[in-house]
Structures are given as structure tokens and as C-alpha cells.
């Protein structure tokens, strides 16, 4: 009786060295699409709040919600009378909570949306509870300590560098927006601790609590690729980031902290 011939253990490891090459080809390339999906879904999370902003808007003489009470110390804090007017506001579209909540956080830091940064309470467990949400918003009315004027000033130094064209602004008013298809409501979350080498945007901020973990979105290994900005005429683009053009919104509370939004130019 002839015996069948058995791979031998040189074969063998001939075959796992070709696998792990070809794993080692095509994970880049699954990575890179992976991303590029979760870019898309970020791009269309940004277009529903701005379509929920945007109904609100037409219904409260072209207002924006309110940033108001309870609006906590972070540029990714909401007030939850902010976030909850827009739900109201878009129940035409027939939400319902859960797939709301998606909206508010980018696909590319999931680990943001916890039920701690949905229904945050602030530091003393007391009054009105805010929305730690996965966005830059520029939203006027915020009531932050940091926030010493409305527009931005070009000279304000909590914002750097000097931003004109189009000046960077914090925002009440939807169609009423100058320079609407450049100027931001909302950008993709681009956070620091340092304005200088070496920078940690791939660490949460120092200042998250258990289950708030605040990092940037869109990483390419520790640096942002960029980020999806929403726009006043409804539209949602991408802007790469650069440290070198990319301006940066000082909390002047402890830890300090650094908000960036890429350049509309990038």
C-alpha cells in the first residue's frame, strides 16, 4: 500500500513565512480602509447634527441652541439643553435615542462614547449635567471661564495663531454666518496638553475622570491625520492637520489644555 507524502517541517514553515508576508502586505492597506470608512461615517454623523442644528434654527429666527448652564470646561462639552434642543428639533427624522447619541461621537475614537461622558454630571455630581461629546464645538454662549469674548478677537490670546480669513469665531446663528462654506461650527476632536515637541494627542487629557476618555480622532500612529469640519452651509469637509497651521483654543483651567482646528486652507 502506497503511504501519501506528509509536508515536511521546512515546507511547513515555507507556507507560515508566505501567510505572515501577506498578512504583513495587506494590513496597511485594511487599516487604511478601515479608516477611510470611518472618516465617511464621521463625515455623515457631523451632517446630522448639522441638519438637526439647521431645523433648529429655521424654527427659533435662525438661532443657535443655547451652549449655556451647564456647559462644562471643555470645547467637547455640551450643555445637554444644547444637544437635547436639536434632538427635539429633529424628531421629524424619527431618532431615536441611541441612534441619536452615534451622532455625537466620532467612529475613529469610539472609546468616547461611554454612558459617563452621555449624561455627565460635572465634577461635584450636582446641577445641571452636560454631554462630554466626541466634537470641537464653536458654539457662542458656552459660560466657560475660558471664553472671554464673543466673536473671537484676532489679537484674543487664548486663540493662536492669528486666524482672519475666515476669522475664527464662536458662533450664534446659522444662515446669518459670514463666509458660511468656510467657517466652522464643528470639527473633529483635536486635543493636547502641550503646544509644543513632543506632542501627546494620542493620550487622553489628564483631566478625564473613569469612563471619560478624551483623545484625538483620525490618528495615524500618535498625529492626527486631520479632521471633518461642518460647515454653515450644511456641508462637511476634510482638512488635514499641521501643527504648523492649525490654530488652537487655550482652556485656561488646570490641566491646561489645547483644542486645535485644522485650517479651512488645508
Given amino acids: 500500500m502506497k503511504r501519501s507524502r506528509a509536508f515536511t517541517l521546512i515546507e511547513l514553515l515555507v507556507v507560515v513565512a508566505i501567510i505572515a508576508l501577506l498578512i504583513a502586505i495587506l494590513l496597511p492597506s485594511l487599516n487604511r480602509a478601515r479608516e477611510s470608512a470611518k472618516r465617511t461615517v464621521c463625515a455623515t454623523n457631523l451632517k446630522g447634527q448639522g441638519a438637526g442644528v439647521a431645523i433648529y434654527a429655521s ?14 470646561n471643555w470645547f467637547h462639552d455640551q450643555s445637554v439643553f444644547y444637544i437635547d434642543q436639536v434632538w427635539n428639533a429633529s424628531q421629524t427624522l424619527n431618532m431615536g435615542e441611541d441612534s441619536f447619541r452615534r451622532l455625537w461621537y466620532c467612529p475613529s475614537n469610539a472609546r468616547q462614547n461611554t454612558d459617563t461622558a452621555w449624561r455627565n454630571p460635572g465634577g461635584g455630581g450636582t446641577g445641571n449635567i452636560f454631554r462630554d461629546i466626541g466634537y470641537t464645538y464653536l458654539n457662542a454662549g458656552r459660560q466657560m471661564s475660558q471664553v472671554t469674548k464673543d466673536p473671537i478677537s484676532t489679537t484674543d490670546p487664548l486663540v493662536t495663531p492669528t486666524r482672519i480669513n475666515p476669522p475664527l469665531v464662536f458662533h450664534n446663528k446659522w444662515s446669518g454666518t459670514l463666509f458660511p462654506s468656510t467657517s466652522e461650527l464643528a470639527t473633529d476632536e483635536i486635543s493636547s496638553s502641550t503646544i509644543a515637541a513632543p506632542f501627546d494627542f494620542d493620550v487622553p487629557l489628564a483631566a478625564s475622570t473613569a469612563g471619560l476618555q478624551a483623545a484625538s480622532s483620525h490618528l495615524v ?20 492637520f499641521s501643527v504648523d497651521t492649525s490654530n488652537y483654543l ?6 491646561k489644555t489645547y483644542f486645535w482646528v485644522p485650517s479651512p486652507n488645508d
Avoid: C, E, M, R
Fill in 250 to 255: 487655550t482652556i485656561n483651567v488646570t490641566p
Fill in 221 to 240: 500612529g500618535s498625529t492626527p491625520a486631520g479632521g471633518n469640519s461642518l460647515h454653515f452651509d450644511g456641508h462637511v469637509s476634510w482638512h488635514k
Fill in 59 to 72: 424654527q427659533f429666527g435662525d438661532y443657535l441652541p443655547v451652549g449655556g448652564l451647564g456647559t462644562g
